[in-house]
């Protein structure tokens, strides 16, 4: 079944922070950290203070939070990986914002490819201290009608 995308509501906060938790559970450099609880909190909250879309099927497939022009998070089910869905997420947000910056760690090349792949410029990078993992990150951008 393809999954439909649709506005995120707070109630599909506990489905995000699974897919989330299940993302870091199976990623060997992130730090764990963090309870269970305190993510399906501050998913609910960035879904409260952004934009959410979500990919639905029978489950939630996938998630993208908006702060602004800012991509918050972006995550795949790990069974919907590999479809097409992060791109269907990503378009989505590109459809509302004329421009999109967003940072991702270094060491997640999996994604770091995905977003060059989407369009998205490497501008900058940082050692991690500002960020909450404490890891080295990257900063990307996309712009609307900016071609590699």
Excluded at 32 to 44: I, K, L, T
Aim: proline share 4%; aromatic share 8%; charged share 30%.
């Amino acid at each position: 079944m393809r999954a439909v995308l649709r506005e995120a509501r707070t109630t599909d906060a506990a489905a995000c922070a699974a897919i989330l938790r299940d993302w870091a559970a199976e990623t060997p450099w992130y730090p764990r950290s963090d309870p269970p609880e305190a993510r399906e909190g501050a998913v609910a909250a960035r879904m409260r203070q952004g934009l959410g879309i979500v990919a639905e099927s029978d489950r939630i497939d996938g998630f993208i939070l908006l702060e602004g022009g800012y991509v918050a998070c972006l995550y795949v089910a790990r069974g919907a990986r590999g479809k097409g869905l992060g791109a269907r997420l990503l378009d989505a947000a590109k459809e509302l914002r004329p421009a999109l910056l967003l940072w991702t760690h270094a060491a997640n090349t999996g994604a770091r490819a995905f977003y060059e792949r989407e369009g998205f410029v490497a501008t900058g990078a940082s050692d991690g201290a500002d960020n909450a993992e404490r890891l080295p990150d990257i900063e990307y951008v996309w712009r609307q009608g900016e071609t590699r």
